[in-house]
């Protein structure tokens, strides 16, 4: 290899790692599964992430130098966002692939479910069938503008914050099925627990819409 090649490639990963480098923060991994939703301020990410906002501001930064995530003022505020489709394939893939090669992620998620009968998994195809059936019912208890964006076809919007009020709305003995942001997203796991408690059947389902709408076109 002459020298000419070898700089040219040793450019070019080093242009590459620029996206390893942006994704390597716990903090902006969340960011960007937060902004596959759909547009957010700085702000809101902020209060879901549980960072201050010159936090958030510094680490979207970074995440806008390499392409990941693009941003459109509005009046006094910022929206953030992917900067396309590809964005959200790419983090999906990464999840995807650390959860079967970590081990450690595996046993955290075992401990977190363990014990925990009520919060049963429904599989996507099962759930197809239910809904084409229509002997059951499912709630997006995302927030509403995300809902609004991308949700389920036959899903209804129930906010996690306002499931309590709506309780009195599901029929007796009616099977529930509950969704949000995907695996790593506990607002479905709260749903599943606050209906339980009621005692209704219910059930999460892990993927998110864009997962669920993946998989349809697949």
């Known amino acids: 290899m002459n020298q000419d090649t ?19 923060s716990p903090k902006r991994l969340e960011i960007l599964d937060i902004l596959i939703q759909g547009a957010k ?25 390499v392409g990941l995530v693009i941003y459109k003022k509005q009046g006094l505020y910022s929206y953030y966002k992917l900067a396309d489709k590809a964005v959200g394939v790419f983090l999906t893939s990464l999840q995807s692939l650390a ?15 363990s014990g925990k009968e009520e919060l049963e998994q429904i599989k996507m195809d099962e759930l197809l069938q239910r809904l084409k059936d229509g002997n059951v019912t499912l709630i997006d208890v995302r927030p509403k503008e995300e809902y609004e964006l ?10 996690i914050e306002e499931l309590e009020k709506h309780i009195t ?12 942001r995907g695996r790593n997203c506990i607002l479905s796991v709260e ?4 209906l339980s408690s009621y005692g209704f059947k219910a059930y999460r389902l892990e993927e998110s819409p864009q997962e669920w709408f993946q998989l349809q076109d697949g």
């Open 99 to 113: 959860e079967q090669r970590i081990a450690e992620i595996r046993r955290l998620r075992d401990e977190f479910y």
């Open 41 to 65: 301020t700085v702000e809101s990410i902020a209060r879901e992430t549980s960072m201050s906002v010159a936090n958030t501001s510094q680490h979207l930064q970074t995440l806008l130098e």
């Open 191 to 194: 749903a599943v627990k606050l």
């Open 150 to 159: 991308l949700h389920i076809p036959g899903a209804n919007s129930i906010p």
């Open 6 to 24: 070898r700089i040219y490639q040793d450019n070019i990963y080093i242009q590459i790692s620029k996206i390893g480098k942006a994704v390597s």
């Open 169 to 180: 709305e599901f029929a007796p003995g009616q099977e529930v099925v509950a969704y949000c």
